[in-house]
């Protein structure tokens, strides 16, 4: 498979006001991340919130420039493409298909205007192209003329899907598309996405807190962490035989429809994820049941393991540790 | 078998819209035994939230209820007068809200949050309220309880700001506890923390609990009972392994066949859905509300519906005796 979207140690800082009388603080939101996005696969991207989902996401998508690092579509430098070029090409879906959508519009007019700002085609064919991609999307002509408050969550959010399409792009970015849905409206975005990428050959980055969901879409999942990719594996190998204690723990808290086996018990404690304190060391080992002294003192490498790669010293013994003094 | 705690009988809560009456809560009828955890289940819309907030007495001044029964402990509370639900709340009936962060007053310490209730219950001192608080705190898994009593809501962790509400939920030491979608607006880790600590405490002080949610990962992993409601309505209760097990109504069926569950459903497969769109329910509804978006239905579901039961009380309501 070839390599779509690449990003080489991609890092994301934001300056954070304490209050009035403090000094401003570093918060890196997303810390030296390297992730390939191969063509016709979808990437799930799974953490807890304040993991820097959003950030990777929105850098991706190439409307957040990086602190360090950069990100390269089929080879070239994003930057060098600009905000358009890599709108053609790159489309975002959005959690919340009530604020994504501009209210005062309708809804061949939200779809169409991707193909207005590129200056595509005559009005009578940019309408024309989006009823096509509304049809697509199994939204029929009556709801061309209709404004976003007229529909329902479910219609909202194939409109936002409608809009993405409608340039033909080549990887869509899904950040949380189904978290705002109710569970019979989310099953049909879900088919929906699946059928779309089946027949337009897309490549979908799917970022979620839900795992049950990433685990039906996804072909491979990265695992972050307080901003850092902790666990990358193919979908299968990841639910089956999860390395890293962080996944462990995460597909443990999933509570399937199973009567009878209880709550389980995660082992996590009741330390939670700062993103403005991260611990030093591996950032999860607060919370981690496997923890090592060492593990506090020295973060972790993102290991290759075949396909797969994991960052955590468990995995890694490898790794040289420096003598504390 | 233990005494019910708490008694709904034909619940039905209207609410006044320019265009007529909204049914939001139709005609619904459970109870909860102490140390029992039912939960009602559905979708956005489908009443369960306005069922709790009815039965706390704390529904919106458009909205109206009225009922056949609602007893808690014995005690009728459609007679009951406002001076004696108000000590009620609180005090024997508490509840716990979806989003902590708007639940708790940001300009109060928690500590000062924590004991208001208690002391306007108990008439206890400042210091008996506040030892008790930590020792609650405690209880919810909260370390150096006493320091954080100091603290602000902003200054927590939405975990441990749900904790909070929790330990306050706790105070007076309730026979009812309702919990709103306690953990909706939480990581999964967190979630299945907050829950395991939710059933623990409720085995443990033998509390009624009532857990209103969307999630039937939680319903089929906390509920002793399940309600299934639908516009409005129960259009299905009954212990929680025979629903799942077996769902009689074709919409806990479509709900069930909607969620992708690891290790079941296959990955990348088509998952079930439910088609067509929640009726309005401005006016008069006559007949099955499901009927339109259901496979089953024929002409006599727009007649009124029987109401079905088994010998271990799973009810529904269905022209089917089974839903596949």
Redesign the interface.
């Known amino acids: 498979m070839t390599t779509l979207l690449e990003a080489r140690d991609l890092t994301r800082s934001f300056e954070v006001s304490q209050g009035m009388f403090k000094a401003r603080r570093k918060l890196h939101a997303v810390n030296g991340i390297s992730l390939d996005i191969r063509k016709g696969e979808v990437l799930g991207i799974v953490g807890e919130s304040g993991c820097g989902k959003s950030t990777l996401a929105r850098m991706l998508l190439g409307l957040l420039p990086p602190t360090e690092g950069g990100i390269t579509l089929d080879g070239t430098d994003i930057r060098t493409l600009g905000r358009k070029g890599m709108a053609r090409r790159v489309q975002p879906v959005f959690q919340d298909p009530y604020s994504s959508l501009n209210p005062r519009r309708t809804v061949a007019s939200i779809v169409a205007l991707p193909l207005e700002v590129h200056g595509i085609g005559t009005a009578a064919e940019r309408r024309k192209q989006a009823l096509e991609i509304l049809d697509k999307v199994g939204l029929p002509q009556r709801f061309a003329d209709r404004y976003p408050r007229e529909l329902s969550g479910g219609q909202r959010q194939r409109v936002a899907i409608a809009r993405a399409l409608v340039m033909n792009p080549e990887v869509v970015v899904c950040d949380e598309p189904t978290s705002a849905l109710d569970v019979s409206v989310q099953s049909q975005i879900l088919n929906l996405l699946m059928d779309l990428r089946r027949e337009l050959g897309l490549t979908y980055v799917f970022i979620s807190h839900n795992l049950a969901v990433v685990e039906h879409i996804a072909t491979r999942v990265a695992v972050m962490y307080l901003g850092r990719v902790v666990e990358l594996a193919e979908t299968e190998t990841l639910f089956r035989t999860p390395r890293h204690p962080y996944t462990k723990a995460l597909l443990a808290s999933v509570l399937t429809p199973e009567p009878g086996q209880g709550i389980p018990e995660t082992g996590l404690g009741l330390a939670f994820p700062d993103p403005l304190n991260p611990p030093p060391g591996c950032p999860f080992h607060p919370r981690c049941p496997a923890r090592m002294p060492h593990c506090s003192t020295t973060v972790p490498r993102l290991l290759q393991l075949g396909r797969d790669a994991v960052a955590c010293h468990l995995h890694d013994p490898g790794q040289s540790i420096p003598s504390t003094q | 078998m233990s005494e019910a705690i708490l008694e709904v009988g034909g619940l039905s809560v209207d609410i006044a819209t320019p265009r007529g009456a909204l049914h939001a809560v139709r005609d619904i009828s459970f109870s909860v035994k102490s140390g029992e955890t039912l939960c009602l289940v559905g979708?956005?819309g489908c009443g369960k939230s306005m069922t709790s907030l009815a039965i706390m007495d704390l529904l919106p001044k458009a909205a109206t209820r009225t009922a056949r029964r609602l007893a808690f402990a014995g005690e009728d509370l459609g007679k009951a007068s406002r001076k004696r639900v108000n000590t009620l709340r609180g005090d024997r009936m508490a509840m716990i809200f979806q989003e902590p962060m708007t639940a708790l007053n940001p300009a109060y310490t928690i500590g000062n949050q924590l004991v208001e209730a208690y002391r306007q219950h108990r008439s206890a001192s400042e210091a008996e309220a506040r030892e008790r608080a930590v020792y609650l705190l405690g209880k919810v898994?909260?370390?150096s309880a006493a320091q954080r009593l100091g603290q602000y809501p902003h200054q927590l962790?939405?975990?441990?700001r749900q904790r909070v509400m929790i330990a306050m939920a706790l105070m007076c030491g309730p026979d009812l506890l309702i919990a709103d979608e306690p953990t909706t607006a939480l990581?999964?880790?967190?979630?299945?923390?907050i829950?395991?600590l939710l059933?623990d405490l409720q085995r443990e002080l033998g509390i009624a609990m009532v857990l209103i949610t969307?999630?039937?990962?939680?319903?089929?992993?906390?509920a002793d009972r399940v309600a299934v409601m639908y516009a409005g309505q129960i259009v299905e209760e009954g212990p929680?392994?025979s629903l799942?097990?077996n769902p009689r109504h074709p919409y806990t069926q479509?709900?069930?066949?909607?969620?992708?569950?690891?290790?079941?459903?296959v990955?990348?497969?088509?998952?079930?859905?439910?088609p067509g769109?929640v009726p309005s329910l401005i006016g008069e509804i006559r007949g099955c509300s499901f009927r339109d978006r259901c496979s089953h239905a024929r002409d006599i579901c727009a007649a009124t519906v029987p109401v079905k039961e088994t010998e271990d009380g799973h009810q529904w309501r269905c022209i089917l005796e089974n839903a596949v």
């Open positions: 979708e956005s898994g909260i370390a962790s939405g975990g441990l990581d999964v880790t967190i979630q299945a923390q829950l395991r059933a969307h999630d039937l990962g939680i319903v089929a992993r906390i929680t392994a799942f097990a479509g709900l069930i066949d909607c969620i992708p569950v690891p290790g079941r459903t990955p990348g497969g088509k998952l079930g859905v439910i769109v």
